[in-house]
């Protein structure tokens, strides 16, 4: 059942539009230090630049991003009634407040723009409030993290797996021509039904979105071309039912449900299609986590890459998810603590990683399987990077004679930079850094340096293999055995792409 019917709808997006409540303004008007501590979850320093402030665009920021009571007067500009039959705001004949959170959404990297609806932010202003179990998160740094990390080709159908709020589904809509969106909470539907509603996603941004309730893959009978999915992936130690928290616990042992996800998402993707999960996963005893989850796609006919952003100890992680469910400060900090370190005992976890998996139906007798440690800085958005690599993995793999007749190019964000000594005649060092995605670098000899910097896409490899080895004056055959197996990585990590 929809928190507005169509009309309502279409009355709120109108006032939204008249009162300029949309992002660039919000900022404006709260300014660098509003910003600064909205980005701490504190209100004091964007509460000074509205002070004294009474029109709308204020008093609709003072309800919503700072969970503020405001006159009705100074409302006036918004449908009070249809929000308030909905349960949005609740009013006491004077003033109203916010119990459920709407503001603007505009992402840089696809024009992705409206209004998201969720729960209010708890623990704002320091203070302490417990997460309701059916609590709705909003866009947060893993929903934005999974945006940009979302390869963003045109496809035939998209499946978002626990769409929450909704946010990737306004995404999925610009690049995909039908997007199913599935959550277990009937709330988070109501909520992503909203936000797409208000956000024009079925009008103005692309494919209409289906919502779908139930759990994991069983409202989806179909096969799709690309599933995302940001799971409640967190390891905490079993609740009661109506105590767990439905955005962020599914009631698996451990990593169990990533497990399930990673398992049945190979079975309902189309040829070629592509799975990308942002996801925790424990490591076990003193087992490598790259052989746990090499085990989990194993006889599947998949290609997996999955890529660690941060490895966090037990304590580190505990004590991340108490602070998120507003335990911090409370007299159920310490007991919590110590039922999650029994728990983790109890599974053997000494550690979890936080980070990527991607799944590709790529068709090959034997499947590529990538494990990495990526925890250096990346430029966002790291969609494009992640969309190419399937090339250049199906590149990599290629015969000796494909490699050496192909004809390749150093990927455009591409340099080379050199160090040495002052006054020396050659440089010590040349590496070659990309300055977008991953930001990858790869230290080059003379060799190698050679052969990269001659690869514009003009000359196959194999000529440009043997007009290096004659330039240094050494054997052919000894520059191709050394340069294949660096130009394979070169290609897979993006440094080359094809010409």
């Known amino acids: 059942m929809s928190l507005l019917e169509p009309d309502a709808v279409s009355r709120l997006r109108d006032a939204f539009e008249e009162i300029g409540y949309r992002t660039d303004d919000v900022l404006e008007a709260v300014g660098q230090a509003g910003q600064r501590g909205l980005g701490r979850n504190t209100t004091v320093a964007a509460q000074t630049a509205l002070a004294g402030r009474d029109d709308p665009l204020a008093s609709v920021i003072n309800l919503w991003l700072l969970r503020r009571s405001v006159p009705l007067g100074r409302l006036a500009a918004l449908p009070l009634g249809d929000l308030s039959a909905a ?3 609740e009013t006491d004949g004077e003033n109203a407040t916010a119990a459920v959170d709407i503001r603007p959404y505009d992402s840089p990297d696809d024009d992705a723009t409206g209004w998201v609806v969720c729960d209010p932010t708890p623990g704002l202003d320091k203070q302490i409030t417990r997460t309701r179990p059916d609590y709705v998160l909003g866009v947060s740094p893993a929903s934005t993290s999974l945006a940009q ?5 045109t496809v035939g159908t998209a499946l978002d797996l626990g769409c929450g709020c909704g946010v990737q589904s306004m995404h999925l809509a610009r690049h995909a021509d039908r997007v199913i969106a599935t959550d277990v909470n009937p709330r988070a539907l109501q909520m992503a039904e909203l936000s797409l509603a208000l956000s024009g996603t079925s009008t103005t941004q692309g494919a209409d979105v289906e919502l779908r309730e139930g759990s994991l893959f069983d409202p989806v009978p179909e096969t799709v071309d690309l599933i995302v999915s940001n799971p409640p992936y967190v390891m905490s130690p079993p609740q009661p039912k109506g105590q767990r928290l439905t955005y962020r616990e599914a009631g698996f042992s451990g990593d169990g449900l990533i497990e399930q996800v990673v398992r049945q998402a190979p079975g309902h993707l189309n040829p070629g299609g592509t799975v990308q999960i942002l996801a925790n996963w424990a490591q076990i ?3 490598p986590w790259a052989d746990r989850l090499a085990g989990w796609v194993e006889g599947l006919g998949v290609d997996l ?9 037990v304590h580190e992680y505990i004590e991340t998810w108490l602070t998120d469910a507003g335990l911090d400060g409370s007299p159920q900090w310490r007991p919590s603590y110590d039922e999650w370190l029994g728990y983790f005992a109890q599974l053997g976890i000494t550690g979890v990683s936080m980070g990527w998996i991607t799944l590709t139906a790529a068709g090959r007798e034997h499947p590529d399987l990538s494990f990495e440690e990526w925890p250096w800085s990346i430029e966002q958005p790291v969609g494009q990077a992640v969309g190419q690599r399937r090339a250049g993995v199906d590149d990599a793999l290629a015969s000796d004679d494909a490699l050496l007749g192909g004809r390749w190019a150093v990927r455009d964000d591409v340099i080379a930079e050199s160090t040495g000594r002052p006054g020396a005649a050659d440089p010590e060092h040349l590496v070659f850094r990309q300055r977008s995605g991953l930001c990858r670098a790869m230290e080059a000899d003379t060799v190698l ?7 514009d896409g003009d000359l196959n490899l194999g000529a440009i293999v043997a007009a290096v080895a004659e330039i240094l004056d050494v054997d052919a055959g000894e520059v191709r055995e050394q340069i294949l197996p660096q130009v394979r990585r070169a290609l897979r990590e993006g440094i080359l792409v094809r010409a």
């Open 305 to 313: 890459w999955a890529l660690e952003r941060e490895h966090l100890d």
């Open 449 to 455: 340096g050679g052969v990269l910097g001659a690869c």
């Open 285 to 287: 005893g003193d087992q």
């Open 149 to 153: 990390m979302t390869s963003r080709r």
């Open 87 to 89: 349960g949005i705001i």
